[in-house]
């Protein structure tokens, strides 16, 4: 699988797109005045402990107090006050010594809020969610800080391999090397990236980590709640310390300073993947230039085309997200089961995809074509296990029930990403909506395929005259010539004025129009 991250900088701030095999599957937006981004630590002051929710209401500078639940406290959370407060009123210059700190006893997991958070002190927090709606961020005193090969957690001594690296003798290794290089009061959680790495390189990541604890440690001296004491890397490093792997072929950027920073933390953490990184300066914008742009607008709306001709409809309600697949035109077989298991198998892969794509969080309702054979709702489910494996969410699928209907859940971390796809209609001046015109050609040569794959040879192609004009521009290099080498067919168009902008119908040798 080849991956390429597109980057667009703008005054407004940066737009990112993650492409799989040229398949748009993340799209990252980062605001220039971005505030309370996960993962960011700030020093917080308790405002209101609430006993009914177990729970704790914590300004950190957004008008809405932040949420930190008993759950999310962490075991270590009378160390982390005592911390907080240790570091805030240090007058040594150099910062007390972390490994000579003393952690205070566990909290119990059944515990009540105002046992912990008794008097309201400061405490330091990290952002668990982003501000979603009218909701203010969520909030832990879990503190993390995560590397390219490992997961820094102050305040404990367990060290943790990802279960994702199968071979126990790799795991041993790895566990050993940590125990050997962990300072005193630091937990360590070695990520899936660390698989084969040696020594010297967790050595140097673990390092980088400590160094940044220092600077929180650092930047707690003197401050008053509530404050930012540390800001995660901007997302384009943060993606990139997550993602980069040997499947990474291109990094795209527009902007020199980013290209910059780009290329430096690039030859910080793989020097052998320096040469991916490119500058962009042509004259075309740069989503335009890689098929960004057309993909945001096939892939956001409410329904989104697949190739064969079937089609998802996606709808938001407040508790839950409900996907409807339809088979449209599409016809695999005459057998109308597996008719259903084709269709549902390719939507299956496309909702994997919106769900990354769209960052879609909470509960997902999908109802799928009716299928009668266990074994085919049971291929369905697998499917889609599948196609997520890639979604770096935490998920969980259900089986396919009785009504056809299979239930997910995926992490929500930060608003759901949604782009208008509609665009002002030149016909009613805006006082309806269509969509946009940038994918009728994509839609009549899916039409066309369908038609060829039903043995029509002779076609007449009807559409608006300016249209018409688009399809026919250049003798020998028009699109309608293309479609006739492509399809191996007799094709013509012909213009109507009585024709809406983007209406379009094909006619057979007969003259007698195809419907759909």
Same mark, same amino acid.
């Given at each position: ?237 943060? !993606?990139? =310390?997550? *993602?980069?792997?040997? @499947?990474?072929?291109? %990094?795209? $950027?527009? &902007? ?94 496309? !909702?994997? =995809?919106? *769900?990354?794509?769209? @960052?879609?969080?909470? %509960?997902? $309702?999908? &109802? ?149």
């Amino acid at each position: 699988m080849n991956k390429e991250l597109i980057i667009n900088a703008a005054p407004a701030g940066v737009e990112i797109a993650l492409l799989e095999d040229k398949k748009l599957v993340e799209l990252h937006n980062e605001k220039a005045d971005a505030n309370f981004a996960v993962g960011d630590l700030y020093l917080g002051k308790v405002k209101k402990l609430i006993p009914g929710l177990n729970a704790a209401f914590v300004d950190v500078g957004f008008e809405k107090d932040a949420f930190l639940h008993y759950t999310d406290l962490s075991p270590y959370a009378r160390s982390i006050i005592k911390f907080t407060q240790m570091a805030m009123n240090d007058k040594d210059e150099k910062g007390f010594d972390f490994s000579k700190f003393q952690s205070e006893p566990e909290i119990i997991k059944t515990g009540k809020i105002n046992e912990v958070l008794n008097g309201k002190p400061n405490v330091l927090v990290q952002i668990l969610k982003e501000p979603i709606a009218a909701k203010g961020p969520r909030l832990s005193c879990e503190i993390s800080l995560p590397g390219r090969f490992v997961v820094v957690t102050p305040f404990n001594e367990i060290v943790a391999v990802s279960k994702k690296i199968h071979s126990s003798e790799e795991r041993k290794r790895l566990h050993k090397i940590v125990e050997a290089i962990r300072p005193k009061n630091f937990g360590v959680i070695v990520r899936t990236a660390a698989e084969g790495k040696t020594t010297a390189e967790l050595h140097q990541d673990l390092l980088a980590l400590i160094e940044s604890w220092q600077t929180i440690q650092k930047n707690l001296k003197g401050a008053t709640a509530p404050v930012r004491v540390m800001s995660e890397e901007n997302k384009t490093t943060s !993606i990139l =310390r997550d *993602l980069l792997s040997a @499947d990474f072929n291109k %990094i795209v $950027v527009n &902007d020199k300073n980013l290209f910059a920073v780009t290329q430096q933390y690039i030859q910080r953490i793989a020097p052998d993947k320096t040469d991916i990184v490119s500058l962009y300066n042509n004259g075309l914008p740069i989503f335009d230039q890689f098929g960004v742009t057309k993909q945001v607008k096939s892939s956001f709306g409410k329904t989104v085309n697949l190739p064969s001709g079937a089609y998802l409809i996606i709808e938001h309600t407040e508790a839950l997200h409900v996907i409807d697949v339809n088979s449209g035109y599409k016809s695999v077989s005459n057998n109308q089961e597996d008719n259903a298991l084709g269709t549902n198998l390719e939507a299956a892969e496309e !909702i994997a =995809r919106q *769900l990354r794509l769209r @960052d879609i969080g909470g %509960i997902i $309702v999908v &109802d799928f074509i009716d299928m009668k054979l266990p074994d085919n709702k049971r291929k369905v489910q697998e499917a889609m296990e599948a196609f997520m494996k890639t979604d770096r969410a935490k998920h969980s699928v259900l089986p396919v029930s009785k009504f056809g209907l299979l239930q997910i859940t995926r992490q929500r971390m930060r608003p759901e990403v949604n782009i208008n796809t509609s665009e002002a209609c030149p016909v009613c001046n805006g006082t309806g909506k269509i969509s946009s015109t940038l994918l009728l050609e994509d839609e009549i040569e899916k039409r066309l395929n369908y038609l060829v794959t039903s043995s029509h040879k002779n076609l007449t192609l009807v559409v608006h005259p300016i249209v018409h004009s688009h399809l026919t521009k250049g003798f020998f290099s028009s699109i309608i010539k293309k479609w006739k080498k492509k399809f191996r067919i007799k094709l013509k168009a012909q213009a109507n004025t009585n024709y809406q902008l983007i209406e379009f119908r094909f006619f057979d040798e007969h003259d007698e129009e195809i419907k759909f």
